[in-house]
């Protein structure tokens, strides 16, 4: 059976064998090592990062004694999830995303990524917003809706769905619009970050 560690569009950690471009975690260990299952606790801090897959040939045993390792589609998979880029193993992507932050918010005082994971952090922690349709016209490219059971992906001026395997392009159904995105996520997309995305949405 997969491990418990691959990551929704909604934050929740599941159990299939898709695999994604992207690894993370959620500033420590929420899992126990004897046993390769997940804790009760959903993170061990605030800093909720995505990472590349392969880094300076390190190897890692997954599940070990170290953090818990996340895995994710793509990063927009990631962004909705809430985690935004790591700056060890990420740094240009992680100061595009600071750059697009900032005109946004505006620099804070002391720590940028201290004052980043302190929001999303409240952010991630909130029910997801019900969103109308003219706020749906008008979320950036990148932004990740729910649906019912369903994810969505605005790319363009389309909807994808969503799904371990990849993107399809697909109408909308009925119902209501959950936004998945946390709120600065979708400041700092507009503000012009651009994440990366798996490549079945092209």
Known sequence: MPLQNRVT??????SESWRGDFMGNRGGRIHDPATKTLLKRKWASKRWISCVTKFKQRHRELMGNSYTELFFLDEVSALAAGHRPCFECRRKDANAFAKAWVQAYGRPKGSLADAMDKLLHEERTREAKLITA??????????????????FAKKDEYYLAWSGAGYNLSELPKGNVLLLTPPSIIEALKNGFKPHWHRSAN
Request: no cysteine; net charge positive; charged share 30%.
């Open 9 to 14: 569009p909604d934050a929740r950690i599941v």
């Open 134 to 151: 003219k706020e749906l016209n008008l979320l950036p490219e990148g932004a990740m809706v729910k649906i019912g059971k369903l994810y």
